[in-house]
């Protein structure tokens, strides 16, 4: 069979638009002889709708979108089209919806499939909006049989997964038996490092298990905090790649399901390009779907914000970035020339504000306020604040998105400042650990300089007073990220870490810390996800707990 693979880049909401994006790719498999359009999971409603799902209009919206891309249909009669969409059950009892797949084809509903597995862990929260399939059963065309599945049904494997809780049934071999001859999956599977290969080694585990081809089609683009990597896959019936799709960009391909694989045709993207990647993708998505155009930066000279630069002129050009230096009285020559070395190498426009007798002014209004005390963390606090109600005010004045620029390290432990650096519309880095800024940075300058040498080799400062440094406080980067990434990632316990060989002082103070700055985090811009476990959207800790590791 000749399957057109559609990974597409959908808008949640934009019933009309991703309805446009259809009927182009449809007209494009006609003409390529395809006998069969395959898109995502939700692809009409775009993905995820969230709660969306509970305006009745919404949904009949969708539902005459489906309507019309039936009628439609008539136009290719030689083509089936297999569409991800929301379908009211017509129940009183349940949600009164499902996620669907409709297989259309010749101006009649060929076939329906639900979802079956609704998963309720990590960014997904399905249960809220849909009831589970009743069924599975594929369904004939044109001499095959569509085990047609979508996204999560085909992750219920105990031997990938052997310490994790599995689902009552098996979506992908309960098709199989009942003599699918060519496995579909529908899927929006969102990004995280790593994800790639699992998700290879899942899709080929099929294929190679039950001996049939096993076509994979995975939405691409940011909405959100989520990304969607694409990378499409049309494996042979020994689990080889016919096809392969590019990450992180809209590719329509067609292959023949009927066509041998070739062995070690599969190489997964470099782990930190593929980050890079992603958050180029999730800022230039975010822009365009929140109807932004222009970005501004606060540019202290370190590296977090120099790499949120760097991702920003990618993803929007460099007529399109704003950087601003906002030195005190405690900043250092450097955090104001290599903010200007590095405007000048991405050619972003570029400003001085000093705030020293901005700061003034504070102290001097508060001078009665907090006579009889020590100067300490308010006060230097007040300096990150005037900074961010400056580059706010230009964010306001210009209408362009503030970029906020710390990462997932700082603002597990609260080394950040609430309405001060913490401003800003988009968190661009907030899931991504010092360590892999680090990385990001080098990967940036891997054909030349680009960020200021001197960024990548000065010890970290957040430069409130005299001789600062981040390990004043903070444990050095590489103990704190290893903690980190087994204390929130992988949800170990504070003994099981130590366990691991980390000192047992230093881990009680990090995961103490951790919870106690929730509240810090509840109140953060959005951040773009690209780990498997992210604040805010993947990781729902309650803010007033006593719980203590």
């Known amino acids: ?30 003409e390529a002889g395809s006998d069969l359009v395959v ?33 439609s249909s008539r136009q290719y009669p030689d083509l089936g089209i297999l569409v991800g969409l929301p379908t009211a059950t017509g ?8 996620n669907s797949a409709y297989l259309i084809a010749n101006g009649e509903l060929i076939g329906v499939q639900h979802k079956s597995l609704l998963p309720t862990y990590d960014v997904f929260d399905e249960d809220r909006y849909f009831d589970p399939a009743c069924e599975r059963t594929p369904i004939p065309f044109k001499g095959e049989r569509l085990g047609i599945s979508i996204c999560e049904d085909a992750w219920n494997d ?13 979506p992908i071999a309960e098709l199989a038996a009942k003599g699918a001859t060519l496995l579909v999956n529908l899927s929006a599977s969102p990004y995280s490092v790593g994800k790639e290969e699992i998700r290879f080694r899942l899709i080929s585990r099929h294929a190679t298990r039950h001996g049939l081809p096993f076509v994979y089609v995975n939405q691409v683009g940011g909405n959100d905090e989520l990304i969607f990597d694409g990378r499409s896959l049309c494996l042979d019936a020994r689990g080889e790649p016919i096809a392969v799709l590019p ?78 230096s906002m030195p005190s009285m405690y900043s250092s020559a450097g955090s104001v020339e290599d903010p200007r070395i590095l405007a000048a190498n991405l050619g972003i426009e570029f400003h001085v504000v000093p705030i020293a007798e901005i700061h003034g002014a504070y102290l001097t209004a508060l001078q009665e306020l907090f006579a009889g005390t020590e100067p300490g963390v308010a006060e230097e606090n007040i300096q990150a ?27 597990a432990v609260g080394y950040c400042t609430l309405y001060g650096d913490m401003s800003g519309g988009l968190s661009v880095i907030s899931d991504v650990p010092k360590t892999m800024v680090y990385e990001l940075a080098r990967y940036i300058n891997r054909k030349g300089e680009i960020i200021p040498a001197r960024c990548l080799t000065k010890a970290p400062s957040a430069e409130l007073r005299p001789n600062q440094t981040d390990q004043d406080t903070l444990p050095p980067y590489e103990v704190l990220d290893g903690i980190l990434q087994l204390y929130v990632e992988e949800e170990l316990c504070a ?24 509240y810090k985090r509840r109140q953060a811009a959005p951040g773009l996800r690209v780990t498997s476990k992210a604040f805010g959207v993947g990781r729902r800790m309650p803010v007033a707990a006593k719980f203590s590791q």
């Open 91 to 98: 129940l009183t009892h349940g949600r009164g919806l499902r």
């Open 1 to 30: 069979m000749r399957v057109t693979v559609a990974q597409l880049n959908t808008t949640v909401g934009d019933v009309g638009g991703n309805l446009s994006r259809a009927h182009q790719v449809i007209s494009q498999a006609a």
């Open 247 to 324: 990450g992180f960009e809209e590719t329509v391909v067609t292959v023949d399901t009927g066509a041998p694989g070739q062995p070690g045709g599969y190489t997964p993207l470099e782990h930190i390009a593929s980050v890079h990647d992603a958050l180029v993708l999730g800022l230039r998505d975010y822009m365009r779907k929140c109807g932004f155009r222009t970005a501004v930066i606060g540019l202290s000279g370190g590296i977090d914000s120099s790499v949120v630069c760097c991702l920003a002129v990618a993803a929007l050009g460099p007529e399109n970035v704003m950087g601003m």
């Open 158 to 170: 105990p031997e990938l997964w052997p310490h994790q809780r599995m689902y009552d049934c098996d």
């Open 39 to 71: 898109f995502t999971e939700l692809f009409l409603s775009g993905y995820p709708p969230r709660d969306l799902l509970n305006r009745c209009r919404f949904v009949e919206r969708v539902q005459a979108g489906a309507q019309e891309l039936l009628e």
């Open 385 to 411: 604040r005037i900074r961010g109600n400056l580059w706010m005010a230009v964010s306001n004045k210009r209408g362009s998105l503030a970029l906020s620029c710390g990462n997932k390290s700082e603002l």
């Open 495 to 518: 003994e099981d870490i130590v366990a691991r060989g980390f000192d047992e002082g230093v881990v009680r103070w990090v995961t103490r810390t951790i919870d106690r700055n929730e």
